[in-house]
């Protein structure tokens, strides 16, 4: 197979046997997001890259090394989307969105572009889910914005997932930090690696976010950012916690969290899981009060968590989470000679005008070869009409499932027949299933 017939590295395809996965996830994510007010917003693929630079934050791996940044033929210079934030709080700026009254609420399902090391839930295109809050400083906005992340597991019935909390301040109490931390690498200047040693003087906290084995084992040892959190900063967290508490969300504290991107103020979390290997992160979020006046609007508390679909899915896949196979064909009409395949071709549309799912041969096969057809797609039930079955005005459904057969009449009476057997047989299983339970 030639370069024609191959995706692209670190790009994978959603096949149409296994689309009903992601559906149903991001139906639990529209359900969860929507319950908690929150309305989709749906921004482009791509941006100015400046913005990419500023939000995200020039000393990020995201922007040092990861992005898809080219040349447009006009000299322009664009960039895919690595994440969603940056996306949505520039449409929130350009669309005034504060004056439909604060807070904000939004939340997105897109792809991000991020040009890393392709390997098991690590992608060069991959998919989240997030949301972001605008215009709400209060650590209750925290504690929703993190319930809202957490349902979406508990409604998929994910367990031993971690969530892990932490603060990493504000911009002033962080300064005090940043020194601290500063000092504390300077004595390993000889053994960090070149992208942290230029990080060491513009923004020493990415170093503890560093993958790099060495840097690791060195940010170990690094002050901790709770000793340096001021009095507010650490009153904030304090009420996060509280408000979590009184949702029952289980959390453990995890100083070391300091999150990839340049944006984030006082509350950062994670959700994390040991059930997928080493990309073990499925969700990642927090505040990032200083971002949208770092875009050039009024300062406006601001806050939200991005959560990856490929790793979620892993997730599922792990712990065997059935997710419900999608409904097949209900009524599959074989159809033999012009006029039945004409008649046939209108029951069709009636059923479908039904809200049933229909099919009938598309392809000019023979009688035998469409029954097999309708046994592989899995059809509930089949009707074979043939010309004689026309001028008779009646046919024969099968219940594909146990051989049953009924008779309905081919004309104005054929969808309410049909439909009064199939509910029948439908509501059998339903409550079969019920009393199983
Ligand atoms: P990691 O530490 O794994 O690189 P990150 O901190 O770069 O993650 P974020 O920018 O916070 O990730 O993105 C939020 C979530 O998006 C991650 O927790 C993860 O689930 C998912 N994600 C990030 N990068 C990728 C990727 N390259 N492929 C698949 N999923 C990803
Ligand atoms: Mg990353």
């Known amino acids: 197979m030639g370069v024609l017939t191959k995706k692209v590295k ?5 096949l149409p046997r296994d689309s009903y996965k992601w559906q149903f996830v991001e139906n639990v994510m529209k359900k969860e997001a929507e319950s908690f007010g929150f309305k989709e917003i749906r921004t482009p693929v791509f941006e100015h890259t400046v913005l990419f630079n500023r939000s995200v934050g020039e000393t990020t791996d995201v922007v040092q090394k990861e992005m898809y940044t080219f040349d447009t033929k006009g000299g322009e ?9 940056a996306g949505a709080a520039r449409a929130y700026l350009e669309h005034a969105l504060y004056n439909e009254g604060l807070p904000v609420k939004a939340y997105y399902m897109l792809t991000c572009y991020r040009y890393e090391k392709a ?59 940043t020194a601290a931390l500063k000092s504390y690498f300077e004595g390993y200047k000889d053994k960090l690696c070149p992208t942290c040693l230029s990080r060491l003087d513009r923004n020493p906290m990415r170093i503890l976010d560093c993958k790099n084995e060495a840097c690791h084992e060195i940010a170990k040892g690094a002050p901790t950012v709770l000793e340096y959190i001021c009095g507010d900063c650490s009153d904030h967290f304090e009420r996060v916690k509280t408000f979590l508490d009184a949702a029952d969300v289980d959390y453990t504290v995890n100083p070391t969290i300091v999150r990839g991107l340049d944006y984030y103020t006082r509350t950062v979390f994670e959700f994390v899981t040991d059930c997928i290997g080493a990309q073990s992160t499925v969700c990642g979020g927090g505040r990032y009060d200083g971002l949208i006046s770092e875009l050039g609007g009024q300062p406006t508390p601001s806050l939200g968590f991005a959560m990856g679909i490929e790793r979620l899915l892993m997730v599922l896949e792990a712990q065997n989470i ?3 196979k999608p409904s097949t064909c209900d009524l599959y009409i074989a159809a033999l000679g012009e006029n039945a395949e004409i008649k046939s071709f209108r029951l069709i549309k009636e059923l479908r005008e039904a809200s049933l799912i229909a099919e009938g041969d598309i392809v000019g096969r023979g009688l035998r070869a469409q029954m097999k057809y309708a046994d592989k797609i899995g059809a509930k039930f089949s009707m074979v009409i043939g010309d004689d079955d026309i001028t008779a005005n009646k046919a024969k459904i099968k219940n594909m499932a146990n051989g049953e057969q009924f008779e309905v009449p081919l004309d104005e009476g054929f969808l309410n027949a049909f439909l009064e057997k199939y509910l029948e047989n439908y509501q059998k299983t339903i409550s079969m299933s019920l009393t199983q339970n």
């Open 10 to 14: 670190g790009a994978e395809d959603i």
């Open 77 to 85: 210079s664009i960039t895919l989307r690595p994440e969603g934030t």
């Open 119 to 177: 390997q098991a839930g690590r992608q060069r295109e991959f998919h989240q889910f997030g949301m972001e809050t605008y215009g709400a400083a209060d650590a209750k906005a925290d504690a929703e914005m993190i319930c809202a992340a957490s349902s979406v597991f508990e409604r998929l019935g994910i367990q031993n997932i971690n969530l892990e909390i932490n603060s990493i301040g504000c911009q002033d109490c962080r300064k005090n930090y």
């Open 322 to 324: 059935e997710i419900p």
